[in-house]
Each structure stands twice: as structure tokens, then as C-alpha cells.
């Protein structure tokens, strides 16, 4: 992993929200739902840890769809690894995941965007189901729903920009009605 220095600025910001979007909850059902799969538990460390190397991804993809990465490295320097998680890509595109439920390699490599490597996960888990995989399923459990609180202040507020919205399209359709 390549050592950036501090981050300053948007950057920083961006990296922020990234860190942000972490869900640990999401993170752990992954997890087990992979090692449920390949048949295998994660090797001591953290969970972006484990995945960074891309063994555990290839594993995946080919219980998911036999022998769609016949081949990957198990051991060597940090280009060839990364290679294991181009292989991966690849093989979740064509198993039918659309390139935005993607990660881009350095989201993983260099653990800049986990969240969106989770986010991948459960896609194709999703995708998975679909395909009707015959194996354990990662099921989302639905966030419980809350009321939604408006103010009477916000409510004012928002119709009087109806009516302002209304009155200058009724403006717009006369001032269009005069000119024919």
C-alpha cells in the first residue's frame, strides 16, 4: 500500500464521507455470508484485510459460478495479488453485476472506499440469488421505518413556493398564449 501522507482539502473531505458510509454491521454479515459460501473462515485480522489480496474474492466467484477464474495467485509481490482482484471484477461482470455495484481495485488494495466493496458483496449476493445459487443467501434486514416529522414553519414554507412556482408558470403560459 503506498503511503499518501495526510489528506487535506476535498480530498479529505471525500475520504471523510467514505469513512462515514462504513457500516461494521454490514461488514460482519458479509463476512460470515463468504466464509458460509467458500467454506473457510477469514484469516485472523480485519475484515478489509482479509479481502485486500483478492484470494478470498476469486474463492467466491468461482462456489458462485464453478471455474469462472480457473486460475490466481495464492502468493506474490502486490502487483500480482493486485491482479486476483482485476480477476475478480471481471468475474462478478460477467456473473451480471453492472459496473456501478463495482469497486475500483485501489477501494480495495489501498482500503480507500471498503465501504463500496461491502456495497459489491451484497450485490452479488443478490445477483446470486437470482441466478439461483444453491447455497446459504446474505439477506439485508429492512431498516424499521420512522415517522417523518414536519415543522409547521417548513410546511409554510414549502407552500409558499408552490405558490410561487404555480403563479410564475401561469405567468409563463399567458405571456405564451399572447404571443400566438
Known amino acids: 500500500m ?10 479529505a473531505s471525500n475520504l471523510a464521507k467514505m469513512a462515514i458510509k462504513r457500516d461494521p454491521e454490514l461488514e460482519k454479515e458479509a463476512q460470515a455470508w463468504i466464509e458460509e459460501v467458500i ?3 477469514f484469516p485472523k485480522g480485519t475484515y478489509e484485510d482479509a479481502l485486500t489480496d483478492g484470494i478470498i474474492l476469486c474463492k467466491l466467484m468461482n462456489k458462485l459460478e464453478p471455474n469462472c477464474i480457473p486460475k490466481y495467485a495464492t502468493k506474490g509481490t502486490g502487483f500480482i495479488l493486485r491482479e486476483n482482484i482485476s480477476l475478480f471484477q471481471n468475474a462478478a461482470r460477467a456473473y451480471g453485476l453492472l459496473d456501478v455495484d463495482l469497486f475500483q ?3 480495495l488494495y489501498e482500503k480507500r472506499n471498503i465501504a463500496q466493496v461491502t456495497h459489491c ?5 443478490r445477483q446470486a440469488e437470482v441466478k ?4 446459504p443467501i446474505l439477506h439485508r434486514k429492512t431498516p424499521e421505518p420512522r415517522p417523518l416529522e ?7 414554507a414549502r407552500k409558499s413556493l ?8 401561469n405567468m409563463f403560459a399567458n405571456a405564451a398564449r399572447n404571443n400566438s
Open 162 to 169: 408552490t405558490g410561487l412556482l404555480d403563479d410564475g408558470l
Open 150 to 156: 414536519i415543522s409547521e414553519r417548513q410546511l409554510f
Open 132 to 135: 439461483q445459487f444453491h447455497g
Open 105 to 107: 481495485t485501489v477501494d
Open 39 to 41: 467454506g473457510e473462515k
Open 121 to 125: 458483496i451484497f450485490q452479488l449476493a
Open 2 to 11: 503506498a503511503n499518501y501522507g495526510p489528506a487535506y482539502g476535498t480530498l
